[in-house]
């Protein structure tokens, strides 16, 4: 069965901090890996991710895949209140990855 | 506003009555995703259109549930005789495929349907 888990399940920290969120995956017929954001409404695109060791970057956040032990990585520096949210990871199974899988997410409170 | 859109953001409805939402995509995506979210968890997918055509549907989604996309635009997503746990989150997405490549594409999501059954 097709699985990806996050972790931590939640995270709190202040300000400025640094933070590293972890999703590992089973699936078959990897071909990639999507981080969104979620607040109080929809998922908000980040990232996909498709060739290992090459990072995607946007301002403060950064993400990297490694396809040989199954992970992926999520990266924000100097974190800002506005950074609390929900953070999801998904990958489309299968051949064709006609649907999304995703992790129960990791919940990030920015406390100032 | 070009993102997708679903309407009603909240429906509150009793047990036994039956709903229905709808989701309109961004205008040249081709797929149409719906998802449910329970509370603290990721989305769970239901069911996905290519144009008109729904081609895929999961297990969560009883004979209570169906889907439309008739004219390969917007959908629906009915629930006949809800039952308290069908109370969540319903999510729609959509994303341009191309039937001939295996490149992996992106989903966008809508803001969703709150349901509450009480």
């Known amino acids: 069965e097709d699985k990806v888990v996050q972790s931590p399940l939640s995270l709190v920290v202040h300000e400025g901090d640094t933070v590293t969120l972890n999703c590992s995956y089973e699936?078959?017929?990897?071909?990639?890996l999507l981080w969104y954001k979620q607040e109080k409404k929809a998922p908000t695109f980040l990232f996909m991710l498709?060739?290992?060791?090459i990072e995607k970057k946007s301002g403060r956040l950064s993400s990297i895949l490694d396809k040989k032990e199954l992970f992926s990585i999520l990266n924000i520096t100097a974190t800002q209140t506005g950074d609390s949210a929900v953070y999801l990871c998904?990958?489309?199974?299968?051949?064709?990855?006609?649907?999304?899988?995703f992790g129960a997410g990791t919940i990030l409170r920015v406390k100032s | 506003d070009t993102g997708v859109s679903q309407d009603p953001r909240h429906k509150i409805t009793k047990r036994g009555q039956n709903v229905t939402f709808r989701c309109d995509p961004i205008?040249?995506?081709?797929?149409l995703y719906w998802y449910r979210q329970t509370l603290g968890q990721g989305p769970e997918f239901l069911t996905y259109?290519?144009?008109?055509?729904?081609?895929?549907k999961s297990r969560l989604l009883s004979d209570r549930f169906s889907a439309e996309r008739p004219k390969g635009s917007f959908s629906t997503l009915e629930i006949q005789r809800t039952e308290q746990g069908d109370s969540a989150m319903y999510l729609c997405?959509?994303?341009?495929?191309?039937?001939?490549?295996?490149?992996?594409?992106?989903?966008?999501f809508g803001p969703g349907t709150r349901l509450t059954v009480t």
């Open positions: 259109f290519q144009n008109e055509a729904q081609l895929e």
């Open positions: 699936v078959t017929n990897f071909r990639s």
């Open positions: 998904a990958v489309p199974p299968g051949r064709y990855g006609n649907k999304l899988v």
């Open positions: 205008s040249e995506h081709n797929r």
């Open positions: 997405a959509s994303s341009f495929a191309r039937q001939d490549t295996l490149f992996p594409y992106e989903q966008y």
């Open positions: 498709t060739s290992s060791g």
